[in-house]
Nanobody, 125 residues
Framework: QVQLVESGGGLVHVGGSLRLSCAASGKMPEPYSIGWFRQAPGKERERVSC???????YYADSAKGRFTISRDTAKNTVYLQLNSLRPEDTAVYYC???????????????????WGQGTQVTVSS
């Protein structure tokens, strides 16, 4: 079965950096779209950054200029580099994937098929 495992979260001071990893395993149908989502306490889950089926990138306005998504195809791993972190970035960050264009804002997030367990990012002030 398909498995997505996130890692790299932690506690950082404002302005700090983290690098999140999402390792994919199992027989995932290809091509697939994969990206990062986050959910803060009391908030709805939101798109942060995403790779389309043809590896075009998507960034939420809050992520532009600070976060960078990348992938290592040989390792089946997607990364999210988090720079200039702010307290409002505090959330559980999830990796998610599916065989359609999940980066589209027209796609309801709960409809996305494959999810990791999440990794906590906490930014202290």
């Amino acid at each position: 079965q398909v498995q997505l495992v996130e890692s790299g979260g932690g506690l950082v001071h404002v302005g700090g950096s983290l690098r999140l990893s999402c390792a994919a395993s199992g027989k995932m149908p290809e091509p697939y779209s994969i990206g990062w989502f986050r959910q803060a306490p009391g908030k709805e889950r939101e798109r942060v950054s995403c790779l389309t089926l043809n590896n075009n990138t998507y960034y939420a306005d809050s992520a532009k200029g600070r976060f960078t998504i990348s992938r290592d195809t040989a390792k089946n791993t997607v990364y999210l580099q988090l720079n200039s972190l702010r307290p409002e970035d505090t959330a559980v960050y999830y990796c998610a994937a599916d065989t359609y264009q999940i980066c589209s804002e027209m796609v309801s997030i709960p409809r996305i098929r494959y999810w990791g367990q999440g990794t906590q990012v906490t930014v202290s002030s």
